[in-house]
């Protein structure tokens, strides 16, 4: 049975139970002080159940697609010019960014980050990988194993068995449409921020 089924299901009983006992009182079955506390105390107490499971729960609602746009923090670790963290920014994904390196994994800007998508070739060097982007995408993976690196690149040959591919959560050419990189931050920000 699903949470929701089984909150309907106690909101009800609650509801019955609090109807039952206001009757009782309305009617002065018990008398003095039984009355007051059996339908009294229990009724406050059922008043606030009533607040709880009738108003929705904020743990369990689900950002709007707006507030996942600007919440949402896209690092984009290339030392070149690369159009698509600007074609991002204009369609709403308003915390994309590209930086040339990263210098520490331990950086503010790295650790609050979502989604890191990291090219393979010139990257990595300020933290003296020897795979250059691969090892820095295979630390990211291992440091922060639940957000999600993307590896992308315009090089056709490689090592096609590095681990930092398979760990990679997907890999993607660097010559895609930006729609194809947009596809990506879609799922994944859907997926990664919970």
């Known amino acids: 049975m699903r949470r929701d089924q089984i909150k309907k299901r106690l909101f009800r009983k609650i509801i019955m139970l609090d109807t039952i006992l206001i009757w009782i009182k309305d009617n002065q079955i018990l008398s003095g002080t039984g ?17 709880v499971f009738s108003s929705k729960d904020d743990k369990n609602t689900k950002p709007s697609v707006e507030e996942r746009k600007k919440n949402c923090r896209i690092l984009f670790i290339d030392d070149s010019q690369f159009k698509v963290p600007e074609i991002l920014k204009k369609s709403g994904w308003l915390n994309a960014k590209r930086v040339k390196d990263v ?3 331990d950086d503010q800007e790295v650790s609050a980050t979502d989604i890191f998508f990291v090219d393979i070739q010139g990257v990595g060097r300020a933290l003296k990988f020897n795979d250059e982007g691969l090892g820095l995408a295979l630390a990211l993976k291992t440091k922060y194993a639940s957000k999600a690196v993307i590896i992308y690149s315009a090089e056709n040959q490689g090592d096609r068995f590095h681990k930092a591919l398979k760990c990679a959560d997907a890999t993607l050419s660097k010559n895609a449409d930006p729609y194809e990189f947009q596809q990506l931050v879609e799922q994944f920000c859907f997926g990664v921020l919970k």
Do not use: M, N, V, Y
């Not at 339908?39 to 606030?48: D, N």
């Open 35 to 51: 009355t007051l506390l059996i339908t009294g105390g229990s009724a406050l107490g059922f008043k606030r159940a009533r607040k």
């Open 103 to 105: 210098s520490s994994l």
